[in-house]
């Protein structure tokens, strides 16, 4: 099955400061790669998703990049604020089959932003 | 509120009584997933379904554990004679044709 490594596992940075956080997948099947964000006491939220057949995509001052090559994809988060203080999880996912849409999360990091 | 809804929020139960949680998906999505999050770890898949049937389950889920989704709206999971091993945060996701799911509040589950 799938396996999902995820780094750091904790992340601390100043208010400002870019924040980037690297998964690796395992099951070359995974083309789907989204990002959760989850606070405390509450669900994982989607902030951005990228498919295999590209290579980067933006949302603002979030970014993720995929090598599908190297099997790893990061999220980059720049001018980070305090409010972008919380767990981020990436996820891998076969886009068709019998497991489409089947999640398999990483270990997630704990991002602080200092004001 | 159109998001996923998770009912109860919180629950707290003696170890070996049965326990149901009901997750209500967006409207029109015609996949639902269940997974278990433990303290400080990623959500772990459970099962999953299209529409009404259940098309995966993980070796996670025991026999103790049974979930339906009857006419293909909203599904429950039912957890029978608990165990404190089963404390963790039930999470319901759903997802349109397209792959991208979204994720209720949860329901947290205490077994004492």
């Known amino acids: 099955g799938e396996n999902v490594e995820q780094h750091p596992s904790t992340l601390s940075v100043q208010e400002g400061d870019s924040a980037v956080i690297k998964c690796t997948y395992s099951?070359?099947?995974?083309?789907?790669f989204p990002w959760y964000k989850q606070e405390l006491g509450k669900g994982p939220q989607l902030i951005i998703d990228?498919?295999?057949?590209?290579g980067e995509k933006k949302d603002q001052r979030i970014a993720v990049t995929l090598n599908k090559t190297a099997k790893h994809f990061s999220l980059h988060i720049t001018e980070t604020q305090p409010e972008d203080s919380a767990v981020y999880f990436c996820?891998?996912?076969?886009?068709?089959?019998?497991?489409?849409?089947?999640?398999?999360f990483g270990q997630g990091t704990i991002l602080t932003v200092h004001p | 509120d159109t998001g996923v809804s998770q009912d109860p929020r919180h629950k707290i139960t003696k170890r070996g009584q049965n326990v149901t949680f009901r997750c209500d998906p967006i409207?029109?999505?015609?996949?639902l997933y269940w997974y278990r999050q433990t303290l400080g770890q990623g959500p772990e898949f459970l099962t999953y379904?299209?529409?009404?049937?259940?098309?995966?389950k993980s070796r996670l889920l025991s026999d103790r554990f049974s979930a339906e989704r009857p006419k293909g709206s909203f599904s429950t999971l039912e957890i029978q004679r608990t165990e404190q091993g089963d404390s963790a945060m039930y999470l319901c996701?759903?997802?349109?044709?397209?792959?991208?799911?979204?994720f209720g509040q949860g329901t947290r589950l205490t077994v004492v």
């Open positions: 996701a759903s997802s349109p044709r397209r792959v991208r799911a979204f």
């Open positions: 099951d070359s099947a995974s083309n789907y």
């Open positions: 990228i498919r295999s057949n590209v």
């Open positions: 996820a891998a996912s076969p886009a068709g089959g019998t497991s489409y849409g089947k999640l398999t």
């Open positions: 409207s029109e999505h015609n996949r």
């Open positions: 379904f299209q529409n009404e049937a259940q098309l995966e």
